[in-house]
T-cell receptor
Framework: NAGVTQTPKFQVLKTGQSMTLQCAQDMNHNSMYWYRQDPGMGLRLIYYSASEGTTDKGEVPNGYNVSRLNKREFSLRLESAAPSQTSVYFC??????????FGSGTRLTVV | QQPVQSPQAVILREGEDAVINCSSSKALYSVHWYRQKHGEAPVFLMILLKGGEQKGHEKISASFNEKKQQSSLYLTASQLSYSGTYFCGTEMAGGGADGLTFGKGTHLIIQP
C-alpha cells in the first residue's frame, strides 16, 4: 500500500544539467499532478495529466517537460536546470475530482 | 487565481479554538483543505463540494459559503498534533481534472 512514490528524495544539480523526477502511484488514479513548493508561495501547479495519454500545462510550466508513461507513472524533466528551479517538488494523484494523495517530495537544489 | 487565506499565522494554547479562512474571486466547484507538517508532504483533510454539506471528522470541520466563494476551517479544542501549515486548494466551477490552486498557507502553532 505504497500510495505515491517519488524518486529521488534529494538532488543537487549544477546549472545547465538535466534530470528526471520520477513519480508512480498504485491506487489506479486517473489524474496525476506535479507541483513545486517555494517558501511563502504555497504549492504551484507545473503540469498535470487528467488521464493516461494526456498532459497539460499548469501555472508555471516554463523550463519543464512531462511524460505520462502509463496510468501509474508521471515523470517531470528539467532539460537545463537553473537556480530558479531550486524548490521542493511534489507529485500527487487523485480519483476523479476527489482529494489528492501526495508523494513525499523531492528537494532539488540547483547551484 | 490564487485563493486568499487568513490569517497568515496563528499561535494558540492547547485546547483553544481556531478558524482559518479561504476566499476566492472565482466561482468554485470545490474547496479542499490540507495540513502539512514541516519537512513532510501535505495531507488531505477534507473536501467541500458546491451544493454539498459541511464535512469533517472529530474536532476539525469546515464550511463552504457558495454565495461568497469562501470556506472556513474550524479546529475545536486544538491539540499539539494540529500544529502545521494549513492550505486550502480550490477548483473552479466548470473545470475538469485541471488541478487545484492553493493558497499561500496558514501557519498554526499550538503551545502546551
Amino acid at each position: 500500500n505504497a500510495g505515491v512514490t517519488q524518486t529521488p528524495k534529494f538532488q543537487v544539480l549544477k546549472t545547465g544539467q538535466s534530470m528526471t523526477l520520477q513519480c508512480a502511484q498504485d491506487m489506479n488514479h486517473n489524474s496525476m499532478y506535479w507541483y513545486r513548493q517555494d517558501p511563502g508561495m504555497g504549492l504551484r501547479l507545473i503540469y498535470y495529466s487528467a488521464s493516461e495519454g494526456t498532459t497539460d500545462k499548469g501555472e508555471v510550466p516554463n523550463g519543464y517537460n512531462v511524460s505520462r508513461l502509463n496510468k501509474r507513472e508521471f515523470s517531470l524533466r528539467l532539460e537545463s536546470a537553473a537556480p530558479s528551479q531550486t524548490s521542493v517538488y511534489f507529485c500527487a494523484s487523485r480519483w476523479d475530482r476527489l482529494g489528492y494523495t501526495f508523494g513525499s517530495g523531492t528537494r532539488l537544489t540547483v547551484v | 487565481q490564487q485563493p486568499v487565506q487568513s490569517p497568515q499565522a496563528v499561535i494558540l494554547r492547547e485546547g483553544e479554538d481556531a478558524v482559518i479562512n479561504c476566499s476566492s474571486s472565482k466561482a468554485l466547484y470545490s474547496v479542499h483543505w490540507y495540513r502539512q507538517k514541516h519537512g513532510e508532504a501535505p495531507v488531505f483533510l477534507m473536501i467541500l463540494l458546491k451544493g454539498g454539506e459541511q464535512k469533517g471528522h472529530e474536532k476539525i470541520s469546515a464550511s463552504f459559503n457558495e454565495k461568497k466563494q469562501q470556506s472556513s476551517l474550524y479546529l475545536t479544542a486544538s491539540q499539539l498534533s494540529y500544529s502545521g501549515t494549513y492550505f486550502c486548494g480550490t477548483e473552479m466551477a466548470g473545470g475538469g481534472a485541471d488541478g487545484l490552486t492553493f493558497g499561500k498557507g496558514t501557519h498554526l502553532i499550538i503551545q502546551p
